[in-house]
């Protein structure tokens, strides 16, 4: 399993970035991916989480601001991410749940700031 991430970088309050996730190794369409992130100096958490099926949960924090696709043609999955705060600065993680068994990216840097 390989997931590689894509995206990140510099950006003022209230701009956009799109993250990519490119996977490989396994059977993109049949599991949930998520985007999780982890800020300094705290916990990593969910961000968005998207089913096999296509149905994506959202943490509060993002809802109306992000929104996780994938493309199981490119077996990818993007992150576009709108109006973004200086609180949304973070490493970015793609991840996969398979068989109980999670998988990480080696995460993008998000920083928000004017």
């Known amino acids: 399993v390989q997931l590689v991430e894509s995206g990140g970088g510099l950006v003022q309050p209230g701009g956009s970035l799109r993250l990519s996730c490119a996977a490989s190794?396994?059977?993109?369409?049949?599991?949930?991916m998520s985007w999780f992130l982890q800020a300094p100096g705290k916990e990593r958490e969910l961000v968005a989480r998207?089913?096999?099926?296509?149905?994506?949960d959202y943490a509060d924090s993002v809802k109306g601001r992000y929104t996780n696709t994938r493309d199981s043609a490119k077996d990818t999955v993007y992150l576009q991410m709108n109006n973004l705060k200086p609180e949304d600065t973070a490493v970015y993680y793609c991840?996969?749940?398979?068989?109980?068994?999670?998988?990480w990216g080696q995460g993008t840097k998000v920083t928000v700031s004017s």
């Open positions: 190794g396994f059977s993109f369409s049949s599991y949930p």
């Open positions: 998207t089913s096999g099926g296509g149905t994506t």
């Open positions: 991840s996969a749940l398979i068989w109980g068994v999670r998988y």
